[in-house]
């Protein structure tokens, strides 16, 4: 099977217009995130899948410059762009990535891949009715579970949320969520990228451990903020949207 990273990432966000390509320590957000999923061993393939509006050509871009895949499609439709993005890539296992979480741990991604190939489950999650920090939320699924999901909803909420129609019935699907102990024990840090708090925070965690050791993890960002309280205070007040 190959196993490619979805990356849904565009320009057009609603509450920080162009928040993939804000620059971290010199480069794009998004390229961090990349640098970061390439760290994973099961994956096979990273791919973004951006948007047909012209302000996304930059994202495109970007994806040459990498040497990645890109593949363009609709911007309201995020079901049907994820699933056309694996079918011309060939991939029959999907990690369904947001380029709004650039301090994703890549050990993360391996645990959650690693479990879904088992054979036992049609979703597999980090994140599923378990408490996350925001942004390091992990998914994977088959191509052919998606191509039946597209057939089977055109619900706007199931087409702008990818997986939601997955783990929203789980008469139909066989679910799990893999136990990340280390990372439960820390909800309350929010280090996805939505807000201009948000950025000022996730800028500073790179700025304090990316020159030291740019593959730092999860845990020592829990370093960091435990160790200096005032820095989760940055995005304390951001709300995450719900899905519905």
């Not at 190959?2 to 320009?11: F, G, P, S």
């Not at 995020?78 to 050990?107: N, Q, S, W, Y």
């Not at 996730?202 to 829990?222: G, M």
């Amino acid at each position: 099977m190959k196993t490619i990273a979805t990356i849904e990432a565009r320009m057009n966000s609603s509450r920080l217009p162009g928040k993939v390509m804000l620059p971290i320590m010199g480069k794009p957000g998004l390229q961090l995130l990349i640098e970061r999923l390439r760290r994973a061993e099961t994956l096979d393939e990273i791919v973004i899948a951006t948007t047909t509006h012209p302000a996304d050509a930059v994202v495109e871009r970007l994806a040459a410059k990498l040497g990645i895949g890109c593949f363009r499609g609709s911007e309201e439709d995020v079901l049907g762009r994820v699933l056309e993005t694996a079918k011309k890539t060939g991939g029959d296992v999907i990690v369904e990535i947001t380029g709004d979480c650039p301090l994703l741990d890549p050990t993360m991604v391996d645990a959650v891949v690693q479990r879904y190939r088992t054979g036992k489950y049609d979703y597999v999650s980090n994140a599923l009715r378990r408490p996350l920090p925001h942004g390091l939320a992990v998914q994977a699924f088959a191509t052919a579970v998606l191509a039946e999901v597209a057939e089977l909803t055109q619900d706007p909420a199931d087409r702008e949320h990818v997986s939601l129609y997955i783990y929203q019935h789980p008469e139909r699907y066989r679910l799990h969520t893999v136990i990340m102990d280390e990372a439960e024990r820390h909800s309350d840090i929010r280090i996805t990228l939505d807000t201009a708090d948000d950025y000022a925070l996730i800028n500073a965690i790179y700025e304090e451990l990316y020159p030291q050791d740019p593959a730092f993890s999860f845990r020592d960002i829990v370093e960091l903020v435990r160790n200096r309280p005032e820095l989760l205070e940055m995005n304390r007040h951001s709300v995450h949207k719900s899905a519905r």
